[in-house]
């Protein structure tokens, strides 16, 4: 995958995420996508590991995989910066 698709999964996958998830969320617009990126790779590795299956593009295995990842990046995030 090119970088534009990384970063149009990454956006896709963490607003997603932001949305699945209750409460604020500290970050902004970057910060999602920074987090969604992140959450695509994890949550390709453990597709990978669980399913066989992996993030290979914009496609709805993806996706799904790519906001599982973002969920916990986001909760750990959010947990680490989150206000108090």
Same mark, same amino acid.
């Given at each position: 995958?090119?970088?534009?698709?990384?970063?149009?999964?990454?956006?896709? =996958?963490?607003?997603? =995420?932001?949305?699945?998830?209750?409460? %604020?969320q500290p970050g902004g617009l970057i910060t999602t996508i920074v987090l969604? #990126? +992140?959450?695509? +790779? #994890?949550?390709?590795?453990?597709?990978?590991?669980?399913?066989? %299956? !992996? +993030?290979?593009?914009?496609?709805?295995? !993806?996706?799904?995989?790519? +906001?599982?990842g973002s969920i916990v990046v986001i909760a750990i995030w959010s947990a680490?910066?989150? %206000?108090?």
């Amino acid at each position: 995958m090119g970088i534009l698709t990384w970063i149009i999964l990454g956006l896709i =996958a963490g607003a997603i =995420a932001r949305l699945l998830i209750p409460g %604020k969320q500290p970050g902004g617009l970057i910060t999602t996508i920074v987090l969604g #990126i +992140v959450g695509a +790779v #994890i949550g390709g590795y453990i597709g990978n590991a669980l399913l066989g %299956k !992996s +993030v290979t593009g914009i496609n709805t295995t !993806s996706i799904i995989l790519a +906001v599982i990842g973002s969920i916990v990046v986001i909760a750990i995030w959010s947990a680490i910066f989150g %206000k108090h």
